[in-house]
C-alpha cells in the first residue's frame, strides 16, 4: 500500500508539473486547455480509432460495402419508433410534475437532447430545452428527477436482456444481482429520507456542488411523486417498447451485415451485457466500451471480428449519430423559437404549481 501511494503521489505530482509548464508556453498552453475540457471526449475517439485498427480498416470497410441495404432502411422508422417511446414516457413523468406540455413539444425536446449525447452528462441538456420550450417554473432539481426516473427504468430494463442467457453462463448471474443492488441502493437513497440527506451532505462536501443545493434537494419529493403506479406504469410500459425496439434494432444491424445465424436472444444478451458494462465507465455514452465488449462477446457467439465490430459500429450509428443529426434539426427550431409553447390565457400551469407549493 505504502509504494502504490508513493507511485500515485509521484504521478499526481509530475501531472501537475507538466500542467504548470504547458501553461507557459504561448501554442501548447491553449491546446491543454481543451484537452483537459475535453478528455473523455477524446479518450472515447481514440478508443473507437484503437478498435477500428485492431480489427483491420480494410476488412471493416469491405463489411459495410456488403451491407443489406433493405435492412438498412427497415432499421430508420426502428430507431425513431425507439426515442418516440422514450418521449412518451418522459412526458408522462412531465406532466406528473406539474409540467405543461403537450405531446409534439416534448418529443422535440427529447430528440433535440439527443445532440448532446456525447457530452457529459449531456442527457440533463433537456433541463434548460424544456424550460425554453414551456416557460415552465419548475425547479431544475423537479426536471432532473423525470430524466432521472426514465433512465433509471431503461437502464433496468435493458439489463434484463441477459437473464435468458444466465442457466448457460452463471457468471452473467453475478451481474445481474449487482445491477439490481445498484439500483435498489439508488431508490433506497431516493425514498429513505436520512439516506438522502447524507447522500446530499456528502456530494455537497466538494466545494463547486454546494450552489446545486436548492436543486439536489428538489430531486427527492419529485421523484416520489414519480413512483405512483398512475405514473410508473405509463413510463415502465413505454421504456418496456423502447428497450424493446433497441434489441430489434441491434438484430437488424447484424442481418444488415450478414449475420444471420445470431437469434434474437443472443442479440439481445450481447446488447443488454455491452450496455450494461459500458455504462458504469465515465465515458459519455459508453462510447469506445461499448463497442470493444460488444465486438469481444459478438466473437464468442461466432461472428467474425470485422463482422462484430461493424454491427457496433453500425448500432452506434443509427441509435446516436443518426439521431444526433435528427434532433439538430429539432434544436435548430427550439432555438429560433418555432416550438415554443405560447402562454395559456386561463393561467391554469400557474394555478397548478401554486397548489403544490408548500
Not at 258 to 281: E, P
Request: charged share 15%; aromatic share 8%; hydrophobic share 55%.
Amino acid at each position: 500500500m505504502g509504494v502504490i501511494s508513493r507511485v500515485v503521489a509521484a504521478v499526481t505530482r509530475w501531472s501537475h508539473g507538466a500542467w504548470e509548464v504547458s501553461q507557459r508556453h504561448p501554442t501548447v498552453a491553449p491546446v491543454a486547455r481543451v484537452a483537459r475540457h475535453y478528455v473523455l471526449e477524446i479518450v472515447a475517439v481514440l478508443c473507437v480509432l484503437a478498435l477500428v485498427l485492431a480489427v483491420n480498416p480494410a476488412q471493416l470497410a469491405s463489411t459495410f460495402r456488403h451491407t443489406d441495404t433493405r435492412v438498412l432502411l427497415l432499421m430508420l422508422p426502428v430507431t425513431i419508433g425507439t426515442y418516440l417511446a422514450r418521449s412518451l414516457g418522459w412526458y408522462v413523468t412531465l406532466r406528473a410534475v406539474d409540467v405543461d406540455v403537450d405531446i409534439r413539444r416534448s418529443v422535440a425536446v427529447e430528440f433535440a437532447g439527443q445532440t448532446m449525447v456525447f457530452l457529459p452528462t449531456g442527457d440533463l441538456a433537456r433541463i434548460a430545452l424544456i424550460k425554453q420550450v414551456t416557460g415552465t417554473r419548475r425547479s431544475g432539481g423537479e426536471l432532473t428527477a423525470t430524466i432521472a426516473f426514465g433512465e433509471l427504468i431503461f437502464m433496468t430494463l435493458m439489463g434484463l436482456g441477459v437473464l435468458p442467457r444466465v442457466a448457460t453462463h452463471p457468471g452473467v448471474a453475478l451481474l445481474v444481482i449487482l445491477m439490481v443492488l445498484v439500483h435498489v441502493l439508488v431508490l433506497a437513497v431516493l425514498i429513505w429520507e436520512p439516506a438522502y440527506n447524507w447522500a446530499i451532505g456528502l456530494v455537497e462536501k466538494a466545494g463547486p456542488l454546494q450552489r446545486f443545493d436548492a436543486q439536489l434537494r428538489a430531486i427527492r419529493p419529485a421523484f416520489l411523486e414519480l413512483l405512483r403506479p398512475r405514473v410508473a406504469v405509463p413510463v415502465i410500459l413505454c421504456n418496456a417498447v423502447a428497450v424493446f425496439l433497441s434489441y430489434l434494432l441491434f438484430y437488424l444491424a447484424l442481418h444488415a451485415i450478414g449475420q444471420t445465424h445470431v437469434d434474437f436472444v443472443a442479440a439481445m444478451f450481447v446488447l443488454a451485457l455491452s450496455w450494461v458494462i459500458s455504462s458504469i465507465s465515465l465515458i459519455p455514452g459508453g462510447v469506445g466500451p461499448f463497442e470493444g465488449l460488444l465486438t469481444v462477446l459478438l466473437i464468442a457467439n461466432g461472428v467474425p471480428v470485422a463482422a462484430g465490430a461493424a454491427a457496433g459500429l453500425l448500432f452506434r450509428g443509427f441509435n446516436d449519430i443518426l439521431m444526433a443529426g435528427v434532433g439538430a434539426v429539432f434544436l435548430v427550431l427550439i432555438r429560433r423559437g418555432r416550438l415554443h409553447e405560447q402562454p395559456r390565457p386561463d393561467g391554469r400551469s400557474g394555478r397548478r404549481a401554486a397548489t403544490r407549493a408548500p
